[in-house]
């Protein structure tokens, strides 16, 4: 069984920076890939950014490349998500997730997910 713990969502306005944390508990073998989604209101919950635990290859929403960094510290099991330049309507609570043996943008495909924590950008 995994536990995901997200933390450093908050209020920003645009322009600015945020970074969220993702730690998993129990053992994360090589094969994982971790990511982070986001849902809006009134909207589906969407693939922003992921990464490949083992070899580290990273993928990103094409509405966040460039602006979004997604990163791994293996020996901390955690994932983080570096937010820059941050618009309003990337509003939204982001959700981490965890699926032991694939790398699809499929929400269904993942195993484990956060309880999910709150990002608002105002204009």
């Known amino acids: 069984q995994v536990q995901l713990v997200e933390s450093g969502g908050g209020v920003v306005q645009a322009g600015g920076s945020l970074r969220l944390s993702c730690k998993a508990s129990?053992?994360?073998?090589?094969?994982?890939?971790m990511a982070w989604f986001r849902q809006a209101p009134g909207k589906e919950r969407e693939f922003v950014a992921g990464i490949r635990w083992g070899v580290g290859n990273t993928y990103y929403h094409d509405s966040v490349s460039g602006r979004f960094t997604i990163s791994r510290v293996s020996a901390e099991n955690t994932v983080y998500l570096q937010m820059n330049s941050l618009k309003p309507e990337d509003t939204a609570v982001y959700y981490c997730?965890?699926?032991?043996?694939?790398?699809?943008?499929?929400?269904?495909?993942?195993?484990?997910w956060g309880q999910g924590t709150q990002v608002t950008v105002s204009s």
């Open positions: 129990g053992r994360i073998y090589s094969s994982t890939f």
């Open positions: 997730a965890l699926d032991r043996g694939g790398y699809s943008r499929m929400s269904s495909s993942f195993d484990y």
